[in-house]
């Protein structure tokens, strides 16, 4: 009924509006970065670009991949999210099956984990730490400290717990061992949540930059989000191996731009995926009975 | 180390004991003192703004009926979610500069002056907190959006006989079926404040808005990695992860008290 009356018209038609000016409001900076990456340097300076590059070219994009340490970080970069995620599932998954069991002392287990997400350290003994442990300077330091994450622990948790002990029942009875009702019946039948913790993993590995400025004393050994952090927020030239004629000739808003957009292009790319499953997988972690 | 004058060349044990002047000294220096009441600042308004605009987002979202427009906005305004502050700040440095895009409208529309959203610091905190809503409004909708897909029909239906008008409805029927989900969320992000973002602030901050937009995190990491004052910001960290904890168990308690959650 009440879509027929003249106010709640006018209020769907402002709503319709309000709605895609918000949903724009999130996609065109992205939009306005890429159109920089591709214009030209007269066009940039010239404050001429908006959404749609002016004066084409991709010199930009040519200088960055030419560019060794931007092509080392992202090595890193890659070989941290691949080895971390790997790492990272694997543990969670076993500890995860583990202690979505009811068994004596599993509540205090359960919170001396969940007691790392509330209480940390702090900067500087987490610094001595990695330092002591001789994994400063190695992709370690990058990989370890995060691999045992409570809250994605938490999560695998409530999905293993939503799986019918039956089937369970049934599979030790058919003479299966743990591991094999873990990685053949757990696993297939919590995916969703599974893709969820991974992808969250993936994300968090390929956008983290702090540990690399504190872990890694040599710039090189930068992963790309800190490689990135450096150029576009210290605005450190030198690092993007430029001559003076050369920096004369390009504009660096466009190189910065494109050296962003490169490095978002992954994320941008598992996003598709990575919606499929992550608001079933938030709900389902969240909203319980 | 938070109790020790700690000197790295002579470890946890040769280092002097100094018992709580570390802790001491927090409110001694001015300094210290002004990155607490600007983490404050900055937190609550983070919790209080983000806890609004995804509950009235969400509302006017499922208002929207055209699945195809509705679906395009909800995957439009995640996306900010799983940039990484490096990548926003970034693009917020370009679009909030003197000759950015936002200035550009601004003095456009008004005419004003262009406004230094980064470099004034009267205007960072703001800036702070809208960004943050910004990246994170989409994501907190999805919880939102979930429960308002799972009231009953038959509710609106009961209430349309009634004769209720839809802002009615939303008044009596969608914000009541919402409030648990609500009461759980503020509740559990009480344990945040404290906390007004590390990786937002560090990039964006610069010695101009230091007054306004030095917090906790990043005074701990100037003053010890950069400055050498490792017992100090030891302590300053462990003065803010100890009142976090306080919070958070005190959060939690009363989301299971009141909501009945349980975190698993």
Known sequence: MYHKTTGYRVFSYFNYVFMILAGLACFLPLLHLLAQSLSSKAAISGNMVSFWPVGFNVDAYVKTFNNSNFNGAMLTSITRTVLGTTISMFILTCAGYALSKEFRGRNVLMWFFIFTMLFSGGLIPSYILITALGLKDTIWALVLPGAFGAYNLILLVNFFKTIPKALEEAAFIDGASFFVILSKIYLPLSLPGIATVSLFIMVGHWNSWFDGILYMSDASKYPLASFLQTVVVQSNMQNMAMSQSEVAAMSEQSIKAAQIFVSTLPIILVYPFLQRYFVKGIVLGAVKE | ?264
């Open chain 2, 1 to 264: 180390m938070a109790f020790q004058d700690y000197k790295p060349w002579l470890g946890i044990t040769g280092s002097r004991w100094i018992g709580l002047d570390n802790f001491e000294r927090i409110f001694q220096y001015k300094e210290a003192t002004q990155a607490i009441v600007n983490t404050l600042i900055i937190a609550v308004s983070k919790i209080i703004v983000g806890i609004i605009v995804p509950i009235v987002m969400a509302i006017l979202l499922s208002e929207i009926r055209n699945m195809g427009i509705k679906k395009s906005v909800q995957t439009l305004v995640y996306l900010p979610h799983f940039l990484s502050w490096v990548t926003v700040a970034g693009l917020m440095i370009d679009i909030l500069g003197l000759d950015g895009g936002i200035n550009h409208i601004l003095t456009r529309i008004f005419g004003n002056d262009p406004i230094y959203f980064l470099g004034d610091p009267d205007l960072f905190r703001f800036t702070v907190v809208i960004s943050d809503v910004w990246k994170s409004f989409g994501f907190g909708m999805i919880v939102y959006l979930a429960t308002i897909a799972g009231i009953n029909p038959s509710y609106y239906e009961a209430a349309e006989i009634d004769g209720a008008t839809r802002r009615q409805q939303i008044r009596y029927v969608t914000l009541p079926s919402m409030l648990p989900m609500i009461i759980v969320i503020s509740t559990l992000s009480l344990g945040n404040i404290l906390d007004a973002g590390f990786d937002q602030v560090f990039n964006l901050y610069n010695p101009l808005v230091y007054s306004t937009g030095d917090i906790i995190d990043t005074y701990v990491y100037r003053s010890s990695l950069l400055n050498g004052q490792y017992g100090f910001g030891t302590a300053v960290g462990l003065f803010k992860s100890g009142i976090s904890l306080i919070l958070i168990v005190v959060s939690y308690r009363l989301a299971y008290k009141y909501a009945n959650y349980k975190i698993f």
